[in-house]
């Protein structure tokens, strides 16, 4: 299998998954975990962050709320070199009832979740710049392709997100040709407790969390020269 794979590889790399609190937090960690990477989870609420390790055991847990950037610092100065990967799940949704129904508080949220993957990215670029094998990813939406009124803030925000990903993507082919910036986007998330607890329900467009997972592991089997700047809907 291994001499099919173009890529660096993720066994024994570190990659810190950030906003890992979630179930797709749970899927992704467990994946990178299950390839051999060396794991750390952050999250900003301890009790929700610490229940993620019971559920994958061996990661390192960190909490910092990613919106401060003196709390980002801070994280990467306690995680220090090497930082191979940076997986960036902090999300949220905000609808409204049309365009006049954009609240300024959804936008304060969505504009809050946009600055964890500003903060994040810019405080982990030179870590990630020098690894031999640095990838980030952010999961958007395929919203962006469609923007509906009810979801104008929302969509702007993973809009924004989107520009800074390939803002990165330009950065690492500039200076930085092993490392690769990737956006993948979804319709919404599925996982098995959502399941569960509607049985009724088909999910259809919906993307599994472990389809997710396996796409973030990928990204370390292919070239950062094939991967840098693009965009995968996960399907
Ligand atoms: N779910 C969907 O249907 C869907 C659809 C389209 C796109 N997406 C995108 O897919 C990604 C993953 O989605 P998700 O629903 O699994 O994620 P999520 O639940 O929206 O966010 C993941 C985790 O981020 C943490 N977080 C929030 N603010 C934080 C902060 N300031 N600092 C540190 N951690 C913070 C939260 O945990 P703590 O409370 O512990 O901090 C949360 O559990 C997101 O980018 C989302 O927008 C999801």
Not at 37 to 53: D, F, H, L, R, T
Not at 68 to 84: E, F, K, M, S, Y
């Amino acid at each position: 299998m291994s001499e099919t794979v173009a890529g660096p590889g993720v066994t024994g790399r570190r990659v810190v998954v950030t906003g890992a609190s979630s179930e797709s937090g749970v899927a992704v960690c467990a994946a990178l975990v299950e390839a051999g990477a060396e794991v750390v989870a952050v999250g900003s609420n301890p009790a929700k962050i610490s229940a993620v390790a019971d559920r994958v055991p061996g990661i390192r847990t960190e909490v910092a709320d990613l919106s401060d950037p003196a709390a980002v610092t801070a994280l990467t100065d306690r995680l220090g070199a090497p930082v191979d990967g940076l997986i960036h799940l902090v999300g949220g949704w905000v609808g409204g009832a049309g365009i006049a129904g954009q609240s300024d508080e959804g936008w304060a949220a969505m504009e809050r979740s946009f600055r964890t993957l500003r903060n994040v990215l810019r405080s982990f670029y030179p870590a990630l710049a020098e690894s031999p094998a640095g990838r980030t990813a952010f999961v958007s939406s395929v919203s962006v392709d469609a923007p509906t009124a009810s979801g104008a803030d929302y969509t702007a925000a993973k809009a924004a997100s989107e520009s800074w990903m390939r803002s990165v993507a330009q950065g690492f082919a500039k200076n930085a040709p092993d490392a690769a910036a990737v956006i993948f986007a979804v319709r919404s998330l599925v996982d098995e407790r959502m399941r569960a607890a509607s049985p009724e329900k088909t999910f259809a467009g919906a993307t599994d969390v472990g389809t997710l997972a396996e796409a973030v592991v990928e990204l370390w089997n292919g070239t950062a020269g094939e991967l840098n700047g693009r965009r995968l809907v996960l399907q």
